[in-house]
């Protein structure tokens, strides 16, 4: 336990990290600044202060899926540098690990996995044309697929890291709100649209490994 001795006060800094967690989940499950204030005995002000000094970013809900992808620690890392809500990224290795599990269990992962991805606002999908216009048609909102190839696709993938990062920067950016209200990822996902028919036409980076 590291322990910080502040004129009289000795301070913990493990107690201090666990209090701001909580003030932070509760935020997450809903509760009001003054709710959650009033729950840890702190102001509202430090609630709000607490919120604006971790914020990374701000814009609708964004996820990324992707498989199967040659660089995925690459991927995941970029994806954590963009502070995305949701990630799922993998090889076709980890992929034939994960299909090669109990039936059951495969199958109660996809549902929690579906249910994750219906609360995103876009989803940013990497994978084979097949899987993506599967998943449009599943999900029915956002949906912003990247052709890895034809169905069925079992090499990785190299993704180019550079169109990725810039797809990310798009999505993940707050949508501007003049007169009326667009649903939130509307204008971004117009941009990965464009995006995706690069991509499409054989745009350079998103080549099969050699591995």
């Known amino acids: 336990m590291r322990l910080f001795r502040i004129g009289d006060k000795v301070i913990s800094r493990e107690k201090l990290a666990e209090e701001i967690a909580a003030i932070l989940e509760d935020r997450e499950s ?5 709710e959650v204030a009033l729950a840890h005995g702190v102001q509202r002000s430090f609630v ?6 971790g914020e990374v970013r701000r814009g609708p809900k964004v996820g990324l899926v992707a498989f199967p992808v040659a660089n995925a620690d690459e991927v995941r890392a970029i994806a954590e540098a963009k502070a995305l809500d949701y990630v799922l990224v993998f090889s076709q290795r ?7 599990g109990d039936a059951s269990e495969v199958f109660n992962r996809t549902l929690e ?6 609360d995103l606002d876009v989803l940013v999908l990497l994978a084979s044309d097949w899987r993506i216009r599967t998943i449009e048609k599943v999900l029915g909102r956002e949906v912003v697929g990247i052709p ?3 169905t069925p696709l079992r090499e990785d993938v190299a993704v180019d890291i550079g169109e990725l990062s810039e797809i990310l920067e798009a999505v993940t950016a707050s949508p501007k709100r003049p007169k009326a209200q667009p649903k939130a990822g509307d204008a971004a996902a117009a941009v990965l649209r464009k995006a995706a028919g690069a991509a499409r036409a054989g745009a350079k980076g998103w080549t099969t490994s050699k591995k």
């Open 30 to 34: 809903g509760a009001t600044q003054l």
């Open 48 to 53: 709000s202060w607490l919120e604006t000094l």
């Open 94 to 100: 980890e992929r034939a690990s994960l299909e090669g």
């Open 113 to 118: 996995t579906l249910a994750t991805l219906r």
């Open 148 to 150: 890895l190839g034809h």
